[in-house]
Structure formats: structure tokens, C-alpha cells
């Protein structure tokens, strides 16, 4: 068997190359003979133009000698739009397809979506990245009677055990995202704020790292009175990034809608204790004052309570570190999510 994969380019930022990436490190890209197909680029229209119209071309001289077409994918018309012309070819050819969806909370809004529909329908198996999403699968898409699996994203869990120890645990709080309104850093904020005035935030300080709406919760921040207590990045890779997990004693994620949210399972190998919202596929895993604390979506209030539980509580902090990179290696290893993709594989050729 042979599986062609189609979706965003590798270069491409975002969970689905990031995924895409992961993949490639797993014993079944060689084991199917896995190809990487990119239909989509983050550039300039006539780029984005190209490089459909070439992967077009690639998919017409090739997609013969493949089995499987694996579609990663999201219900935005766009996208489904510019997957189209493969995945009409993949019909033609009689291909076995998969369509792996990366969203999460999202899906409810996209039960009208009759384009995303109609491509339901004539998929062979949709993959859904948690098992909550598979259990309302048929309440939200009633009927699509295709058949249904679970695929966790995976985590490089090797990769993150080089160069950690040249840094130090601080008083440090991170947030990593775009800022929008979905990622919330306002909750954060306010958060934070709230601690300030009654005298508990101490010595920690907040950094706010990712690109998106910066200057607008910069000045949110500033007003705030926080200026001194919260340091914002923008997109930051390489050693600063690096740096400023290790040095992390807690991460923040107050987004109302999330996949499976990587940031996440990189928080975890870096021996980080995680406070989210209770999005996406998280709940499937989070083991509460194990591996997260948890608290309600916009609720700045419960977020502040969590944050001085922690921030109050060493010992709990390193529990909660030493349980994560434990549960993020068993869990989500490339092994672990390769040999589950595999076993998907195999129930296509049954």
C-alpha cells in the first residue's frame, strides 16, 4: 500500500504542517512509501496560484500509483476549494480517501457547510483528532455515514531532551499564540491583573510570545498598569524560543476554540505545568492537577485562583512538570501515534 498525502506546504506555519512534519518521522512514512503533496502556501496570490496549479500537474501524472489519498484539511471553503481538483482525481481513480480534519470545537459551526459535507460523504474514513469529537460526530453531521477514527497529533518527545538543562525553572509565565480573540490573551491579562492588586503576583513575570494583534493587547497590557510585569515577543524560533520554555514554570492557553492544541504537548516536554480552557481535544487527556488545571472559557476570575495555586505551590509545579513529560512520552511519542496510524492504514485494506 502506498499513501499520497495532500494539504498545506511544509513550509507553511500552522498545526497541519507541523503535523505534516511529525509525520515524516514515523516508521509508516517509509513503511507506506508516503508522499508529500502541498496544495497550499502562506504567500503572495500569484505564489499561491503556482503552487496549486503545479501540485495540480503532480497529481495528474501521479496519483495512479498510490492507494490512499490522505487529506489534511479544515472545512474553510478555501481550503476545500483548493483541494478539490485531487481530491476529484482521488474519486476518479478510485483511491481509498481519508479526510483528516484538524479542527476541534470548531466543527459545530460547520454543520450547513454543504461543500464540507458533500466531501464527507464520499470519503472512505474521516479522522477526527480526539475521541469527544468522534462521540459528536453524528449529532453534529447526522447525514454523513462514513466511518470514523481517532488520530492524536504526535510530539517528537526525543527531540526535546537536548539542551534543556543548560537552563534554570523561573518565576516565569508563558502564553504562545496568534493574538486574536479566539487565543484570548486578554484573559491573561486581566488574570494577571487581578493578582497584581491584591498583592500576589510577587516576582513572576508574564511573556506573551506569537505575532497577530500584538500592539492592540500590548496597550491592553499597558493600561493595565502591567508594563513591568509582562514582556510580549512577537513570533520568536531557535534559541530564544528555546530559552523561554525551559525557563517556564507555567503555560497558559485560554483559547475558546482549538484541534489539539500543540502548544500544549510542546509545554509538556519541557516539564511545563499547563492551565487551559477545556478546548479542543484536551479534554480527552487532561488528567486534572496531573497534567493541566483546568478553568472555564473566559473566566478571568478561576484563571487568577489557578495561577496562585501554582504560582504558590513549588512542589505541585514540579509534580505536575515531572507527570506531564512522563504522560507526553507515553501518550503521543512518534511511536506510539505512528502505530495507530498504521492500524488505520491496515483497516482501509481490509
Known amino acids: ?41 502562506q504567500r503572495n496570490y500569484l505564489w499561491k496560484i503556482y503552487y496549486a496549479l503545479k501540485a495540480y500537474l503532480w497529481a495528474v ?72 469529537w468522534q462521540a459528536l460526530f453524528p449529532q453534529y453531521f447526522p447525514s454523513v455515514k462514513t466511518p470514523t477514527a481517532v488520530l492524536y497529533n504526535a510530539s517528537n518527545t526525543k527531540a526535546y531532551t537536548a539542551g534543556q538543562s543548560d537552563y534554570a525553572k523561573r518565576e516565569s509565565i508563558i502564553f504562545v499564540g496568534y493574538m486574536d480573540d479566539n487565543k484570548a490573551p486578554n484573559i491573561l491579562l486581566d488574570a494577571v491583573s487581578q493578582l497584581k492588586a491584591e498583592g500576589k503576583l510577587g516576582k513572576w513575570k508574564v511573556t506573551m510570545m506569537g505575532n497577530g494583534d500584538v500592539e492592540r493587547f500590548a496597550r491592553m497590557s499597558e493600561e493595565m498598569g502591567l508594563k513591568d510585569n509582562v514582556t510580549f515577543t512577537g513570533y520568536i524560533t531557535g534559541k530564544e524560543k528555546e530559552r523561554n520554555f525551559s525557563e517556564a514554570s507555567i503555560l497558559v492557553l485560554c483559547s475558546y476554540e482549538e484541534g489539539f492544541p500543540m502548544v500544549v504537548l510542546e509545554a509538556w516536554n519541557y516539564g511545563i505545568s499547563v492551565i487551559s480552557t477545556p478546548v479542543g481535544g484536551l479534554p480527552d487527556v487532561v488528567e486534572e492537577a496531573k497534567n493541566c488545571l483546568t478553568f472555564p472559557f473566559g473566566d478571568s476570575k478561576a484563571l487568577a485562583q489557578q495561577l496562585h495555586r501554582l504560582m504558590n505551590d513549588k512542589q505541585l509545579r514540579d509534580e505536575m ?30
Open 61 to 132: 501524472l501521479h496519483i495512479w500509483r498510490y492507494d490512499v489519498v490522505h487529506f489534511h484539511t479544515v472545512p474553510d471553503r478555501i481550503c476545500l476549494v483548493i483541494q478539490f481538483p485531487v481530491f476529484f482525481l482521488a474519486l476518479l481513480g478510485r483511491k481509498k480517501i481519508i479526510m483528516h480534519i484538524h479542527m476541534g470545537n470548531q466543527l459545530s459551526k460547520h454543520t450547513g457547510n454543504g461543500l464540507f459535507l458533500w466531501h464527507l460523504k464520499r470519503a472512505d474514513l474521516i479522522i477526527l483528532l480526539a475521541k469527544k
Open 321 to 350: 512538570g515531572r507527570y506531564s513529560k512522563e504522560f507526553v512520552d507515553r501518550t503521543f511519542s512518534l511511536d506510539r501515534i505512528s502505530s495507530d496510524a498504521d492500524a488505520i492504514y491496515k483497516s482501509l485494506s481490509l
Open 1 to 41: 500500500m502506498k499513501v499520497l498525502m495532500v494539504g498545506s506546504a511544509r513550509e507553511s506555519g500552522g498545526g497541519v504542517a507541523s503535523v505534516i512534519r511529525l509525520m515524516e518521522q514515523m516508521p509508516i512514512w517509509e513503511k507506506y512509501r508516503c508522499h508529500w503533496l502541498g496544495t497550499q502556501i
